[in-house]
C-alpha cells in the first residue's frame, strides 16, 4: 500500500500542470485566435465591451464539445479580433432541459 502511493506521488508530480492560457483576442487575428484554440483544445479571451470599453470581458472557449462538461454543449459565438469584430469560436453552454407540460 505505501509503495503504491509513494509511487502515484511520484507520478501526479511528473505530470506537467494543464494551466490554460489567457489571450487579449484584439490583439489577435481571427485565424490565429481559432488556431490558438484549435492547438491548446481550450483557451480563455479577454477583450473590452462593446458598449462599456472600461469592462473586460472573457470567457473559455473551445475547440470542439468534448471539452465541455457534462450537461453542456459547444456553442457557437462571436468574439472581437484585430481583424474584425465577428470571429466565430465555440463556447460550452448550460443545457436546459425542459420538463413535458402535464
Do not use: W
Not at 7 to 18: C, D, K, N, Y
Not at 52 to 78: I, T
Amino acid at each position: 500500500m505505501r509503495t503504491a502511493l509513494i509511487a502515484l506521488t511520484l507520478v501526479a508530480t511528473a505530470l506537467p500542470a494543464h494551466a490554460i492560457s489567457r489571450y487579449n483576442s484584439t490583439q489577435m487575428s481571427c485565424g490565429e485566435a481559432q488556431s490558438r484554440i484549435q492547438e491548446e483544445g481550450a483557451v480563455i479571451l479577454r477583450y473590452r465591451s462593446a458598449r462599456n470599453p472600461s469592462l473586460p470581458l472573457y470567457d473559455r472557449y473551445v475547440a470542439h464539445g468534448g471539452y465541455c462538461r457534462p450537461g453542456e454543449y459547444a456553442k457557437l459565438e462571436v468574439v472581437p479580433t484585430a481583424g474584425t469584430n465577428r470571429c466565430r469560436v465555440l463556447k460550452c453552454m448550460q443545457r436546459t432541459y425542459y420538463p413535458f407540460d402535464e
